[in-house]
C-alpha cells in the first residue's frame, strides 16, 4: 500500500478545496454563501486604472440612500462586491415600492402579500472621498427589443410575482419568483414605442450578453 507523505497530503487537500471552490463560483457572475454575503463578481469595460473603490447603495423606505459595501477596483477593471446578507426593517419597503414607486394601474400579484423588501440604486465609484462615476451593467447603448439591464433586490421572504403596472407610458409585466435575501433581476424591454411607451418584462434570470460599464460625472 502506498502511504502518502505530509508533503503529497497537503497538495492533495489543497487541490480539492481548489477544487470545490472552482465548482461553488458558477459562471453567473454572483455567488451567495454565509460567510461573506452575497458576492458581484464582474470587470468594468475600458477601466482606467487608480485607486478607486466601488461602493453599493440601498435605498431606504424613507426615500434616502445609504451605502451598504465597498470594494477596491483592481487595476484591469475585476471587482468582488460582497452585500450584507441580512438588511435592517427600517430600510424595507412594503411589496408595491419594492421593483417600482409612482406606478399606478394594471394589478401586480405578490404571494405572499406581506413581503418587504429593497434595491441597489447606484454602485458609484470614488477616488478616495468623491464621487467620480457610477457603473451600470447591460447589453446596450441604444436601446433595441432585448434589450435590458441588471437590478439587484432583497426581500424578507421567497415571493411569487405575477400581473403588470403602468409607470408613465410604460407597461411592467412580472411573471417569477424572488427567494429570500438577494436577488439577480434582469430589466428586459420586449417591446419599444416612441408614443405608446415600451413594455418592459422583470425576469429572475439573465439573457447574457451583459457588461459591468462605467460612467463618469
Request: aromatic content about 12%; overall charge neutral.
Amino acid at each position: 500500500m502506498n502511504i502518502l507523505s505530509f508533503k503529497e497530503t497537503i497538495l492533495f487537500l489543497s487541490l480539492v478545496i481548489l477544487a470545490n471552490t472552482c465548482f461553488n463560483c458558477g459562471d453567473t457572475g454572483t455567488t451567495s454563501d454565509e460567510s461573506s454575503g452575497y458576492c458581484i463578481r464582474g470587470r468594468i469595460t475600458s477601466w482606467t486604472p487608480g485607486q478607486k473603490t466601488l461602493h453599493a447603495y440601498i435605498r431606504s423606505s424613507n426615500g434616502s440612500s445609504y451605502s451598504v459595501s465597498s470594494c477596491p477596483v483592481a487595476s484591469d477593471g475585476s471587482f468582488n462586491l460582497c452585500l450584507p446578507l441580512k438588511i435592517s426593517d427600517t430600510s424595507l419597503s412594503s411589496s408595491d415600492s419594492i421593483f417600482y414607486t409612482g406606478c399606478s394601474g394594471g394589478n401586480v400579484i405578490f404571494d405572499p402579500p406581506d413581503v418587504r423588501g429593497t434595491e441597489l440604486i447606484n454602485f458609484n465609484i470614488k477616488s478616495g472621498d468623491s464621487v467620480i462615476g457610477y457603473l451600470k451593467c447591460n447589453n446596450y447603448e441604444t436601446l433595441f427589443q432585448g434589450a435590458y439591464y441588471l437590478k439587484y433586490i432583497w426581500v424578507n421572504k421567497r415571493v411569487n410575482v405575477t400581473g403588470s403596472t403602468i409607470c408613465s407610458s410604460d407597461t411592467l409585466v412580472f411573471n417569477g419568483t424572488a427567494v429570500s435575501e438577494w436577488n439577480k433581476v434582469s430589466v428586459i424591454y420586449n417591446r419599444i414605442s416612441t408614443t405608446a411607451g415600451a413594455t418592459i418584462l422583470y425576469k429572475f434570470s439573465e439573457p447574457g450578453g451583459a457588461e459591468w460599464k462605467y460612467f463618469s460625472y
